[in-house]
C-alpha cells in the first residue's frame, strides 16, 4: 500500500467530501478544493463534518477554495462536481497533473468522453458510485446508504494500473475494477435518466410517480430506447446493481412478461419512495440540470447512430423549457410527452 501518492478531490458535495473526508482518515495525503473559502477554511482548521451509516466523524485535511491556489502536481485527481463544471475544472487542472496521473470521472452520467478529451483517454478513469450521501448544509454531509464504487480505465489500447486507486477507495467502500466501465456507467445511466428526468418534470417523488400509470410507461420507454441505443452501439448492458436486468424488463413479448415488468417498476418505486430527483432539487434551487449527461447522451449517441429517440428527446426539451423558466414543473407535464 503506497500513502506517498498525492492526490486531489475537486467537489467538496455529498459524495465528493465524504469519500475525501474516509480517504483521509486512512492516512493518505489528500487536499480537497472545497469551491468556497469559508468551506475550505472549516476543513483546514475544525473539519468536515461526516455522519451516517459510516460514524460521525470530524475530519480535517488540506483544503483551498480555488484551482489555481493548489501546489505542485498531484497524481491521482479525483472530479467530484456537477457533471457540466466538470469540462472546465478538467482544464484548470491541467497545471497540476503529469504524464502519469490519474483523473477519475465521479458525476453521475457519462462524462468520460468529456474528459478525455481534455486530459487524455491514457489518463480518464471512469467510475460507477454505488452509494448514497446528502448535503446537510456547506462542511457537513450525510452518508445515507451502504454502496460500491466501480472504476475502470476507458482506453482499450492502455490499460492503466488502478490498483492504487482502488486501495484507496476500498478505504470508503468496496471497490471492483471493470475491464467494461463504458458499459457499467451506461448501466446507471439508464436508471438515473428515469429516475431524474422524470421527476425533473412532473414534481414529484419517486414513489408517488410511479404510482401513475403515465409515468410507469414512460420509465419503460426511457429504458426500451436506451437499450436499443445500446444494441445499436454494440455494447451489452450488465444489470443495473447487479439486479436490475434491462434485457428481461424489456422483454414484452407476453402479457406476463408485461405484467412482471410493470410489477419491478411498481416494487422499485415503493423501496425508493422517498427519493427526490435531483434535476428536481436543481431546479428547485434556481440552478441547472445535467439532463444532457443523462437523456441527453442518449439522444446524442442516437443521433450518432441514426436511431430514433423520442421519449429521451422529448424530456430533454421539456426540461431545457422548465430551466429557461418557459414551463413550469407539473403533473401535467407527463400527460404531454407522447409515448
Known sequence: MNKNVRILMVGAGAIGGSTAAFIALAGYDITIVANREEVAEQIRTKGLNISGVLGTHEVIMKAVAKIPELKGLFDIVFIATKAYDM?????KLLPFIHDKSL???MQNGICTDDLAAIVGSNRTIG???GYGASMIERGSLLVTSYGEFIIGGIDKDHKPHLSTIQEILNNVFPTQISDHIFEELYSKLIINSCITSLGAVCGL?????LKI??????FMGIIKEAMNVAKGLKINVPPYAGKLNYYKLIDDKTAWSRFKANLIITVVGHKYRHLKSSSLQSLERGQLTEIDYFNGYIVRKADEIGIDVPINRQLVAMIKKIEAKQLPIQLSNLDDVQI
Open 213 to 218: 400509470k403515465k409515468a410507469r410507461a414512460i
Open 103 to 105: 483523473v477519475v470521472a
Open 205 to 209: 417523488k419517486l414513489g408517488k410517480m
Open 127 to 129: 467510475c460507477v458510485i
Open 87 to 91: 469540462p472546465k475544472v478538467a482544464r
